[in-house]
């Protein structure tokens, strides 16, 4: 669901770089990709020149030369580095604002600064794992998926926030065809890609190597890609992690669905640490956030690199020209 319009950027934690970096992708980018922040402009660093509006279709006029803030009132203090739970309602309601313009078609996509989920616990009992499931409740959507994004490599995740060795049992074929199924729609719906090539990643060290490191390949993410290819996917794997994210490789998929966090995010982390940027596929708007946290340490320094956040917006825009 999405419009012509900006991008809704949500705050996140106040206490944290967002607004910081917030202010800096708009001191780069103004009108080359119109967005507009939702927050309390007290946190906001000092001198920056803010117009707050009313509505995301003033946004576009007053980005040339100001920062367009939809303005909300946060309970807590504006200090940095340390998060007040008295924020927590606040950081909530940017959320919740933003994800009600984008699905009401009055802003594109949305744009998602990093939270800090123990303030939101302690300060308003957020019931969630993490930002990603708030969204998908919000949207109505039992399953979502994440993917990280740069120029040069996509990479989804099966798993994402378990333990090592509780991967061979959550990895499923439902699961993992799932996933898969999510990340074709995705690449499809939302960049443009009339016949995206996945290349699923196997689990165990060579794929297996025929059974002589693991059995999950031969024992049934084989058969699974074979049958997803005969559904008509263009679906290739099980592939050696260790010979899949060389240029060559990466020349010959559009993204790569892995099976575990850090077999997806080491390359792509590796390859564009300060580009990449994280995408929720599965949900029926767009959604982008840069690829890090709210970094206490250096909030209010004027230290911290807006690169991430700049690539979030820049793809926000690109995807919402393509759907």
């Not at 705050?11 to 927050?39: Q, S, Y």
């Not at 016949?195 to 024992?219: F, K, Q, S, T, Y």
């Amino acid at each position: 669901m999405t419009s012509s319009g900006p991008i809704a950027l949500s705050c996140g934690e106040p206490a944290g770089i967002g607004p910081e970096i917030a202010v800096k992708a708009w001191e780069t980018l103004r009108a080359a990709c119109p967005f507009f922040w939702i927050g309390d402009p007290r946190h906001l660093p000092a001198g920056t020149p803010v117009k707050e509006i009313a509505a995301p279709a003033e946004a576009a006029a007053a980005c040339a030369d100001h920062f367009p803030v939809m303005p909300l009132a946060f309970g807590g203090s504006a200090a940095k580095g340390t998060a007040d739970p008295a924020n927590a309602a606040g950081v909530i309601q940017s959320i919740e604002t933003a994800v009600r313009l984008v699905q009401q078609s009055e802003a594109s996509a949305l744009c998602t600064a990093p939270i800090h989920k123990k303030a939101l616990i302690d300060g308003a009992g957020f019931a969630y794992p993490g930002h990603t499931e708030f969204l998908a409740s919000l949207a109505g959507r039992d399953r979502v998926v994440m993917m990280l994004a740069s120029e040069q490599l996509r990479v989804v995740p099966a798993t994402i926030h378990i333990a090592l060795s509780d991967v061979p049992t959550v990895l499923t074929p439902g699961l993992l065809r799932e996933t898969v199924e999510i990340t074709a729609a995705g690449l499809r719906g939302q960049f443009g890609i009339a016949a995206p090539r996945i290349a699923v990643a196997g689990l165990n060290p060579h794929a297996g190597e025929g059974g002589a490191m693991g059995r999950e390949e031969l024992d049934w993410i084989n058969a699974l890609v074979v049958e997803m290819q005969n559904e008509g996917l263009n679906i290739t794997g099980p592939h050696p992690a260790d010979t899949m994210f060389h240029a060559a490789a990466r020349a010959r998929y559009d993204a790569a669905v892995c099976m575990y966090h850090d077999q997806a995010l080491i390359p792509i982390k590796t390859l564009d640490f300060d580009r990449s940027v994280n995408v929720t596929l599965g949900l029926p708007f767009i959604r982008t956030s840069p690829d890090h946290g709210t970094a206490f340490d250096i909030a209010g320094t004027g230290q911290a690199n807006p690169s991430s956040l700049i690539e979030a917006l820049k793809l926000a825009q690109a995807m919402a020209a393509s759907t």
